[in-house]
């Protein structure tokens, strides 16, 4: 009985070791987030480069707490924005100027009138031309934002939210994008490499 007991406590004792090697500080955690080949897909078309990027909920909610001045995380803010946002994943997809440092609005654009509407575009209408395709259905964003650097760097982003894809090896996102007139763009990411991704620890 003691040999069965001793034997069981040795295998919880090993799982929670494993556990705790697979675990990742923030700091690591996002380094490695950004050098994840599988969280990332590269589309180019039309001149433009698309950067389709994958942001977990862990990702988001330390983005929202770490005062990067001050160099400090507020676990109490990232516990509670992780409550809000764990039901979502976020993809930020950076557009810019293939091989060339010019403000991609400007690209292309044959008048004042046209970079305004590209403007206008990207901040109100681009949500409705990017969906998800988890199990074969299309999903609308939840939430979107836009980031326009106002020709201050060569490359602006868009932050999409949608509700996790939980079924199925393979989820796409799609964009058509009636800004720079490039349609039918697509990247495919593997469901294992979000549910691979080993949780963030905070040292509390």
């Known amino acids: 009985m003691r040999k069965g007991i001793k034997s069981l406590m040795l295998c919880i004792a090993w799982a929670l070791l494993i556990m705790s090697c697979k675990q990742k500080t923030p700091q690591t955690y ?7 080949e599988g969280l990332h897909r590269v589309v180019n078309a039309g001149g433009i480069t698309y ?16 005062d990067p001045e001050r160099k400090v995380l507020d676990r109490t803010h990232y516990k ?6 764990n039901s979502f994943i976020y993809v930020k997809i950076d557009h810019k100027v293939t091989d060339r440092s010019i403000a991609v609005l400007k690209f292309n654009s044959s008048s004042n009138a046209e970079y305004e509407q590209r403007v206008k575009y990207y901040e109100f209408h681009a949500a409705q031309d990017i969906r998800m395709i988890c199990n074969g259905k299309e999903v609308a964003p939840v939430s979107y934002q836009y980031e326009n650097h106002h020709d201050l760097s060569p490359v602006n982003s868009l932050m999409v939210a949608f509700p996790k894809c939980s079924e199925g090896e393979q989820w796409q996102i799609t964009f058509n994008d009636r800004g720079m ?18 949780p963030m620890v905070l040292n509390y």
């Open 181 to 198: 007139n490039n349609l039918f763009i697509k990247a495919a990411f593997l469901s294992k490499d979000i549910s691979d991704l080993p």
């Open 30 to 36: 996002m380094s490695e987030l950004e050098s994840n």
């Open 51 to 66: 950067t389709f990027n994958i942001l977990p909920p862990e990702a988001m909610a330390y983005k929202d707490s770490y």
């Open 80 to 85: 509670n924005r992780i409550q809000e946002l």
